[in-house]
């Protein structure tokens, strides 16, 4: 196997960014996330961090096709080589037909599908509070959410505008009508992995890990 792309779905609140960032770990690959490379092709100011500055700045939503071009980007650095971790990409099936394009023969390795149940990371969501300045995540109990300082980077911790009950409700709806079937496109390319995300984080790594590892192995 040339190089190990590993596609995390999910509800928002699922733990896509928890999993991620432990599965890229184990298996020295980058993760990938859509809003880090939104933010740091903005802060690059390359041409198509560019290109995308200007459609936030106008208050609309990233066309699949910069999306897309930043995934591709992304792929030739140096640390992408031996693969990714991609967590909120694809999410629709515009974008999963783009990311076969972009990377050819060697394609997906495995699609892992947190399934959660809406109660659960409706609750989860509206407990979450996040650093502005760098992405760290806490829960409304945690110290930093309580002092609102961030304790990686010292920036300010709030709670984001889409994580409160009206957003939510949005943002669930938009997941099942965009990104949901993508459960089928996979399936039935015979990638998908369905997981239940509502147990304790290390149990789900350690049942993702053994379906990677089953993969890697064939």
Known sequence: MSRLILVILGKQGAGKGTQGRRLAATYAVPHVSTGDILRAAVKAATPVGREVAAV????????????NRLVEERFEEPDAAGGALLDGYPRTLAQA???EAILGPSGVTLCVNLEVPVELVSERLSARR???????????????????ICSVCGGRVVQRADDRPEAIRQRL???????APLLDFYRDRGLLVNVDGAREADE?????????DERIAR
């Open 173 to 179: 709806e938009v997941y099942e009508r965009d990104t």
């Open 97 to 99: 037909e783009a990311l």
């Open 56 to 67: 936030l700045e106008a208050g609309e939503l990233v066309s699949d096709d910069l999306v």
């Open 204 to 212: 789900v790594t350690a049942t993702i890990r053994g379906a990677i």
């Open 130 to 148: 996040v650093c502005v300045d760098c992405g760290a995540i806490y829960r409304d109990v945690d110290p930093e959410a309580r002092s609102g």
